[in-house]
């Protein structure tokens, strides 16, 4: 039998065609966001000159590339910060296949079925997106044109922060461990379906995060960035630190100033 860290080693080495295809499809995504925001804001003026339609043509292509668009940033955002879970779900799977005298692809699979949920919302966002941009109250950038939008996502997003059900998400992002332990199949199918119950339990953890990128314009790379450290410090930060709660804190924060400056008229 191999040693812990002999196992931790193979497992990295047999896996090695995930880790380039995760940090590819993470690079091509960050690129098509960067091309796509270049583009939309050099063309910003004639966009908003077509009713605000942020992404531009027909309403089902406006609708189409808005989801290719929060797809992109999900895999951008999220596959960076699947990196730890899924090191630690190959390790497992190297264990039992050292057990059983086999050794298959499974995190891939596991890979795939943590992005699906992601998809799934990037789906619900690319939707949102397009009421919103709809109603006037997104600019070109998907960025709120209205105060008081601004401050019901942030004070929702705060609030959210501090709920029970955020920490029980969290605690499984946080410890994927003790979850993994406590639903592992073996299989193809396990390895699938073991991702897309993780990767469901991080969208609860997390949409409320991404449902900012609303205020700050969903199409800006910094605040991406910005947000993708916000998720990755929650899951590496030492709960005892209390980060998610200071997020929270600021979330909410930020929301009242902005509904105090509107409604001061500031």
Avoid: N
């Amino acid at each position: 039998m191999r040693t812990a860290s002999a196992l931790k080693a193979g497992a990295a080495v047999h896996d090695a065609p995930v880790w380039f295809g995760m940090a590819a499809i993470a690079a091509m995504s960050w690129f098509y966001l960067a091309t796509m925001g270049g583009k939309m804001a050099a063309m910003g003026g004639s966009a908003s000159a077509h009713g605000g339609m942020a992404m531009g043509g027909a309403a089902s292509q406006g609708l189409l590339t808005a989801f290719v668009m929060w797809a992109a940033m999900m895999m951008a955002m999220m596959l960076p910060a699947a990196g730890p879970s899924a090191a630690l779900f190959s390790t497992l799977a190297a264990k039992r296949a050292q057990e059983r005298g086999t050794w298959t692809r499974t995190t891939a699979l596991y890979v795939t079925g943590y992005a699906a949920p992601w998809i799934a919302f990037a789906a619900l966002a690319a939707l949102a997106q397009r009421a919103l941009t709809h109603l006037l109250l997104l600019d070109p950038m998907a960025r709120s044109t209205s105060a008081l939008l601004s401050s019901a996502i942030l004070l929702a997003a705060g609030t959210y922060q501090w709920l029970p059900v955020k920490r029980a998400c969290l605690s499984k992002c946080r410890t994927p461990l003790a979850f993994f332990m406590a639903r592992w199949r073996d299989g193809a199918t396990g390895a699938f379906v073991l991702g897309l119950q993780h990767g469901g339990y991080c969208v609860a953890c997390c949409w409320a995060l991404m449902g900012v990128m609303f205020v700050v314009g969903a199409m800006s790379l910094a605040w991406m960035g910005l947000v993708m450290l916000l998720v990755l410090g929650e899951k590496v930060i030492p709960a005892r630190w209390r980060f998610d709660l200071a997020v929270g804190v600021t979330f909410l924060v930020s929301g009242l100033w902005i509904a105090a400056r509107t409604w001061s008229g500031a």
